[in-house]
């Protein structure tokens, strides 16, 4: 059974950054897909980023270019990488292991001068 446990999530201001972690634990963390997903107060669930077991990624159109998501598998974690940030960025992040119910805790992003 895969676990997942989000960090990095905070307070920043319009156009930084900051790197959210993944981390799993259980099972063989190499083989699944993973994805970030975030939701705003108020708004659904949106799927931000993908990436495959082999390395391949998506990502939405609304952070496409800003947002970077990879993975290492020898530390079973997942990174969201989130540049030039905006506050229509703030939101609950969560990751998540695709097609399960298995979902992290979520982390906290606040965009705020």
């Known amino acids: 059974q895969v676990q997942l446990v989000e960090s990095g999530g905070g307070l920043v201001q319009p156009g930084g950054s900051l790197r959210l972690s993944c981390k799993a634990s259980g099972s063989i963390f190499s083989d699944y897909v993973i994805d970030w997903y975030r939701q705003a107060p108020g708004k659904q669930r949106e799927l931000v980023a993908t990436i495959a077991s082999g390395g391949s990624t998506n990502t939405a159109d609304s952070v496409k270019g800003r947002f970077t998501i990879s993975r290492d598998n020898a530390k079973n974690t997942v990174y969201l990488q989130m540049n030039s940030l905006k506050p229509e960025d703030t939101a609950v992040y969560y990751c998540?292991?695709?097609?399960?119910?298995?979902w992290g805790q979520g982390t906290q992003v606040t965009v705020s001068s």
């Open positions: 998540h292991v695709s097609r399960t119910p298995l």
